[in-house]
């Protein structure tokens, strides 16, 4: 640790030296290429040792409409916790939850989506104009404690240009077969001077969806001692979901920069399958030992559970550009919600997760002068998490976070460095006592281009993310996880020291290629883990300490292999794999490796593409936890832009088209909720 201290503060005094002397204009590059969350002076996502991926507004406008982990899942790295429709969090390279940092515009989303798998994420990718995709934990710019990886939702709400010909904007639509779905959802950006407003809304329903196995795996039925009966296609229950999100932005744009204020409003409604309160009867249990197969006692004897959220948000965001000396610009962005999270027992309210919370920070962006460019900032959060009702497992917790840092980049053209440091505090104060934790989390990497095509790098870094509320202080029933969970309120902060190996290569038309491998080493590594206990008819599972490894690697690849003016042919693959151990076993929900190929085709107005993917199994399984069969999953996709409707694209998409049953193992409803089966989707999106 004092050598880590060491480098930071020679790092952090280059970056203030390198601030004082920069003079020259700061370079200029296109939106496309720089990926604003890898660091504020915005890095190119094919020339940094970080491992990036990015959905842009296109992509987006022709997403299926879903979760944030369901948009996401399959990007190289990254699965979905798959809590059915309603609720779906990014896992990436094994990790999720607290470990995974999603972000709205840069801030925290002041929610409490990272405490349970039910929970459902305050920002739908429906309302984003790009979503950043960093994986693993040398991205320092928005938090150290993020040691898997940092998703950032941009929605473009607070407008920093003003729109082309005064006035722009985009209109999606969608139905889908599987749940008889739709999604309706669009935004618009007008000026009025040197005021730019901006208006957007986003409608999403659908019913329960299709399945084509029962719901209840065979390993599932046959670990309680059940016969698996295969009924067929038939429809999950209590699958359903419906959204609702508007939102408003005004700036005010000058030759200096950009001030903005936007308000939001998100209200969602959603079922949880096979999250269900029972309800004693003796007659029915002896009804149910002697017939399982009985599926209409469900009805009888259950109260389903339905969730019910809603989010008030405010931000404040903006810049100023410095004409001259050592810094090119200063940035900052602060926000407020009002997060209320309602889990309804039939028609009774169950409990109640609520939590309100400020965030807000400034980033002081160093001129770039002789190919160094450099960052430093602060950042505060103050937020209140309170639960009341019968799975208030969690205290009602206020935590305060402060964190400072500095990110440098060298690119000396044939070689380079990047490194950062930040210093974070969490302090936690809660009925069930009160916690303090310091982290100072710091990386390093090097990289260099032996050709215009090659670009290879790697990375060390060191990180430390201080407990949760829940780890710390839990104490009762959680029925997502479907365990009675108790904390340890002596946790130490977790540390992780990860290396990784980057390669990129792009000629510029035949081949485009990519490759990263990690290896991560915990030191206290926080694990739920089964004591052998039962309490209120649960297992108990409490928060320990240990060791833990994480290694892994993933690729892709995309060959042209005929082109024509602009139409053109691409062949592509992809292939990536985590393991995870702990010195107490296996790593839970680690998911197995994906396999998957295609072809994708633009000829004249017309856009194709094919793919396969082939998900492993799963037999390295934690303590209560079953294996998971593999799978394999075909999706077709055909979209017209016709000439005459310049911006307009209409498209329809086959997806899991020979129906397998798939069951994502990083889900804890994997053996009571398989994912939608076979899906027929049609839709249009605008672009103006």
């Known amino acids: 640790m004092r050598s880590l201290v060491s480098t930071a503060t020679l790092m952090l005094a280059a970056g203030l030296a390198g601030t004082a002397a920069a003079q020259d204009p700061g370079r200029v590059t296109t939106v496309e290429e720089i990926v604003v969350t890898a660091a504020p002076y915005g890095v190119s996502a094919d020339a940094t040792t970080i491992a990036v991926d990015v959905l842009d507004q296109e992509a987006l406008l022709s997403a299926p409409a879903g979760g944030l982990g369901d948009v996401l899942n399959g990007l190289p790295g990254v699965r979905s916790t798959s809590f059915a429709a309603g609720a779906s969090r990014p896992v990436i390279r094994g990790l999720a939850g607290p470990r995974v940092q999603v972000l709205a515009n840069g801030l925290g989303l002041v929610d409490a989506s990272a405490l349970s798998p039910d929970h459902q994420v305050a920002a739908d990718p429906g309302e984003a104009t790009r979503i950043e995709v960093l994986r693993g934990p040398q991205t320092l710019a928005f938090g150290g404690s993020a040691i898997g990886g940092v998703v950032n939702v941009i929605d473009g709400r607070i407008a920093e240009t003003a729109p082309e010909g005064g006035i722009d904007g985009r ?18 950006s007008f000026a009025a001077g040197p005021l730019v407003f901006t208006l957007d809304g986003l409608r999403r329903e659908a019913e329960d969806y299709d399945i084509p196995a029962p719901a209840e795996s065979r390993r599932q039925l046959e670990a309680e001692g059940e016969e698996f009966e295969d009924t067929g296609e038939t429809t999950l229950e209590n699958s359903f979901v419906n959204l609702d999100a508007w939102g408003a932005g005004v700036s005010y744009i000058g030759g200096w920069g950009f001030v903005g ?52 948000r405010y931000d404040l965001r903006g810049a100023y550009d410095f004409a001259g000396g050592p810094l090119a610009q200063v940035r900052f962005s602060a926000g ?43 950042q505060a ?122 390669l990129h290569y792009d000629d510029g038309g035949l081949l485009e290629a990519d490759l990263h491998l990690f290896h991560a080493s915990y030191d206290g590594f926080i694990d739920l883990r089964p004591t052998g206990d039962e309490e209120d ?78 998900v492993g199994s799963q037999s390295r399984v934690a303590e209560f936890e079953l294996p998971t069969a593999a799978y394999t999953r075909y999706d077709a996709f055909l979209g017209w832009r016709p000439a005459a409707l310049p911006g307009v694209t209409v498209y329809v998409e086959g997806q899991n088209l020979g129906d397998a049953e798939i069951r994502e193992h990083a889900s804890f409803l994997k053996d009571l909720a398989p994912a939608p089966g076979r899906n027929v989707r049609v839709g249009m999106s605008f672009i103006f």
Request: cysteine-free.
């Open 171 to 188: 209109f999606a639509a969608q139905s889908s077969s599987v749940d008889d779905g739709f999604s309706v959802g669009g935004a618009v």
């Open 261 to 312: 204020l936007s308000v939001k409003r998100t209200e969602t409604d959603y079922g949880v399958p096979g999250h269900a309160h029972h309800h004693e009867d003796e007659d029915h249990d002896e009804d149910h030992d002697e017939d399982h197969g009985d599926e209409d006692h469900d009805h009888e004897e259950e109260e389903v559970v339905t969730i019910g959220l809603e989010q008030t």
């Open 336 to 378: 407020y919600a009002d997060y209320t999270h309602t889990e309804f027992e039939g028609d009774e309210v169950g409990t109640v997760f609520s939590s309100q919370g400020y965030e807000g920070r400034v980033e002081f962006v160093q001129r770039r002068r002789d190919g160094w460019d450099g960052a430093f900032g602060v």
């Open 381 to 502: 959060l103050s937020r209140e998490l309170d639960a009341v009702g019968d799975e208030a497992y969690v205290p009602r917790t206020d935590v305060t976070e402060y964190g400072a840092f500095v990110l440098q980049r060298l690119d000396r053209g044939g070689w380079g460095l990047e490194g950062g440091l930040r210093i974070d505090t969490r302090d936690l104060d809660s009925v069930a006592g009160s916690e303090s934790f310091t982290n100072v989390s710091g990386s390093l990497g090097v990289f260099a281009k032996p050709t215009e095509s090659l670009f290879v790098g790697a990375s060390i870094s060191r990180n430390g993310r201080a407990p949760t509320e829940a780890e710390l202080f839990a104490e009762g029933p959680h029925i997502a996880t479907r365990a009675y969970e108790i904390g340890d309120a002596g946790l130490d902060s977790e540390e992780v020291t990860s290396l990784e190996a980057a």
């Open 537 to 614: 008819e649960l297992p108990v599972f409490a928060y320990v300490q240990t060791d833990a490894e994480f290694y892994g690697l993933e690729a892709e690849a995309r060959v042209t292999a005929w082109s024509r003016g602009a139409d053109r042919v691409v062949l592509s693959g992809g292939y990536d794999i985590v393991r995870g151990s702990t010195d107490l076993g296996a790593a839970s929900r680690i998911p197995p490796f994906a396999l998957s190929a295609g072809v994708e085709a633009t000829v004249g107005a017309f856009l194709g593409r094919v793919k396969a993917r082939r």
